[in-house]
């Protein structure tokens, strides 16, 4: 069975920085690329990042929104994959999702809150 | 960044309805587009892959379809199960990008 579990949320205040972690089992991960996707409240879908497995260097994408304040990785003895967001903003508030590369697997998503 | 225009933002349905959610891609993304489920405080759910395939476990009740640009999620004889909301997705290019969602509401 395919599990994924996000972890690492929780309230910063504006300008702080996260590392969200996502744990995976249940499937080759080293074959995987894998995405982070966010939800603000009441809001739709928003892609973030993607990293690419070692077959392709581990090669990383992101949206321009956010690139330069976000940074994924991944650890593949772990079969973990991770994000670092930096100099949040309110605007970053949202449920933040862990998924594989073709968005076939999802983990629960784990709630980042910005305020002050 | 290619952008996908879904339309109805919402839609009010009935039990038994055929319901179509289309997306239109402002560029070519061939066949790689994703429809998605998510119900309330859930994450989404995969329900059509490449456009026209069904993800494993979801009833023969949906069904894609493309037609040059414009992109369908069909639900025939619609359940109260299916009352959600449905995003599609591109992922032909970076950055990925959804469509901003349609939410089935019961009449």
């Known amino acids: 069975e395919v599990q994924i579990l996000e972890t690492g949320g929780g309230l910063v205040k504006p300008g702080g920085s996260l590392r969200l972690s996502c744990a995976t089992s249940?499937?080759?991960?080293?074959?995987?690329?894998m995405n982070w996707v966010r939800q603000a409240p009441g809001k739709g879908l928003e892609w973030v990042a993607q990293?690419?497995?070692?077959?392709?260097?581990?090669?990383?994408y992101y949206a321009e929104s956010l690139e330069g304040r976000v940074t994924i990785s991944r650890d593949d003895s772990k079969s973990s994959v991770y994000l670092q967001v930096s100099s949040l903003r309110a605007e970053d508030t949202a449920i933040y999702y862990c998924?594989?590369?073709?968005?076939?697997?999802w983990g629960q998503g784990v709630m980042v809150t910005v305020s002050s | 960044d290619i952008q996908m225009t879904q339309s109805p933002s919402s839609m009010s349905v009935s039990l038994g309805d055929t319901v179509t959610i289309t997306c239109r891609a402002s560029?070519?993304?061939?066949?790689?587009v994703n429809w998605f489920q998510q119900k309330p405080g859930k994450s989404p759910r995969r329900m059509i892959y490449?456009?026209?395939n069904l993800a494993d476990g979801v009833p023969s009740r949906f069904s894609g379809s493309r037609s040059g640009s414009d992109y369908s999620l069909t639900i025939s004889s619609l359940e109260s199960e299916d009352v959600a909301d449905y995003h599609c997705?591109?992922?032909?290019?970076?950055?990925?990008?959804f469509g901003g969602g349609t939410k089935l509401e019961l009449k």
């Open positions: 998924t594989t590369g073709s968005f076939d697997y």
């Open positions: 249940g499937f080759n991960f080293n074959d995987y690329f």
């Open positions: 990293i690419r497995n070692k077959n392709y260097n581990y090669a990383t």
């Open positions: 560029q070519d993304v061939g066949i790689y």
């Open positions: 490449r456009a026209t």
């Open positions: 997705l591109q992922y032909d290019e970076y950055p990925r990008t």
